[in-house]
Nanobody, 126 residues
Framework: QVQLVESGGGSVQTGGSLRLSCAAT????????IAWFRQVPGKEREGVSC????????YYEGSVEDRFTIARDNAKNTVYLQMNNLQPEDPAVYYC???????????????????WGQGTQVTVSS
């Protein structure tokens, strides 16, 4: 079965860190750009970060640019999102998706994409 599976979420205090993982099953991740998105109830899903297939190019939404780092290990078929200094505006369900449209800080799913996984929940408490 071809899918991306998110994991690594949890509950941390403000200023804490988490590392999210996006693991591919059923296909090789190395040919695809991958992006992380997040969504809170009642709001649209927003693009957080994007990495190209080689890992040489990365993009970030403005509010996370100095705190989050996206990376990939194609040998492990996994993309990571290291989140440091988590803030009250960061809690959400985080999702990953392949073949996003990444234009600087504007990160969107490819047109017609609707195969979201279950995501992983991130909670930040003060």
């Amino acid at each position: 079965q071809v899918q991306l599976v998110e994991s690594g979420g949890g509950s941390v205090q403000t200023g804490g860190s988490l590392r999210l993982s996006c693991a591919a099953t059923g296909f090789g991740l190395d040919s695809y750009a991958i992006a992380w998105f997040r969504q809170v109830p009642g709001k649209e899903r927003e693009g957080v970060s994007c990495i190209n297939s080689s890992g040489r190019s990365t993009y970030y939404e403005g509010s996370v640019e100095d705190r989050f780092t996206i990376a990939r290990d194609n040998a492990k078929n996994t993309v990571y999102l290291q989140m440091n200094n988590l803030q009250p505006e960061d809690p959400a369900v985080y999702y990953c998706a392949a073949e996003p449209v990444c234009m600087g800080s504007r990160i969107t799913p490819r047109p017609g994409f609707n195969s979201w996984g279950q995501g992983t929940q991130v909670t930040v408490s003060s």
